[in-house]
């Protein structure tokens, strides 16, 4: 396992995205989340939760600030960035700064401090190690090789562009 040490603009920056959770929540946007990614020590990108004000599920902090810094940047790609959350992200946005080539993340509280305080995101993360078959959800796959046809013509496509 990788071993970092953290200094005091790690603090600051952890700081804002715990002051941003707070903001969030103390408006009625959504639950007590937080995010800032910052690249060459300055933040350029910053997020609270706004699920319940904008009814979007995927409004997560973490998303948020995500979109922030993609829309300032002008890229899609933000590697060379760290992400600092207020809370271990979940699965979704996981995924996102994943995506988004994020080269770090720093949390503050849990998973199981988000499960503590009735948040289900080490429930998402169990499901999605169980094979298919045995999740919750039901899983029914259909019109396999009609999308196929559409994946092909993208894995033949000229010119596309990588992500």
Same mark, same amino acid.
């Given at each position: 396992?990788?071993?970092?040490?953290?200094?005091?603009?790690?603090?600051?920056?952890?700081?804002?995205?715990?002051?941003? @959770? !707070?903001?969030?929540?103390?408006? &009625?946007?959504? =639950?007590? #989340?937080?995010? *800032?990614?910052?690249?060459?020590?300055?933040?350029?990108?910053?997020?609270?939760?706004?699920?319940?004000?904008?009814?979007?599920?995927?409004?997560?902090?973490?998303?948020?600030?995500?979109?922030?810094? @993609? !829309?300032?940047?002008?890229?899609? &790609?933000?590697? =060379?960035? #760290?992400?600092? *959350?207020?809370?271990?992200?979940?699965?979704?946005?996981?995924?996102?700064?994943?995506?988004?080539?994020?080269?770090?993340?720093?949390?503050?509280?849990?998973?199981?401090?988000?499960?503590?305080?009735?948040?289900?995101?080490?429930?998402?993360?169990?499901?999605?190690?169980?094979?298919?078959?045995?999740?919750?959800?039901?899983?029914?796959?259909?019109?396999?090789?009609?999308?196929?046809?559409?994946?092909?013509?993208?894995?033949?496509?000229?010119?596309?562009?990588?992500?």
């Amino acid at each position: 396992m990788l071993t970092m040490t953290c200094d005091k603009k790690d603090v600051k920056f952890m700081s804002e995205a715990i002051r941003l @959770s !707070e903001i969030g929540m103390d408006t &009625d946007n959504g =639950g007590p #989340f937080g995010a *800032v990614v910052v690249k060459d020590g300055e933040i350029i990108g910053k997020g609270y939760n706004k699920v319940l004000s904008t009814n979007d599920p995927t409004a997560h902090a973490e998303i948020v600030a995500i979109r922030d810094a @993609s !829309e300032k940047t002008g890229s899609f &790609d933000l590697s =060379g960035c #760290f992400i600092y *959350v207020s809370c271990e992200p979940c699965p979704m946005c996981l995924s996102a700064i994943y995506w988004a080539n994020i080269d770090r993340i720093y949390y503050a509280n849990t998973k199981e401090d988000a499960r503590y305080i009735g948040f289900r995101d080490a429930f998402i993360y169990e499901e999605i190690a169980k094979p298919l078959k045995d999740r919750q959800k039901p899983f029914l796959q259909i019109s396999r090789d009609e999308a196929n046809r559409v994946f092909e013509k993208w894995k033949n496509r000229p010119g596309r562009i990588e992500y």
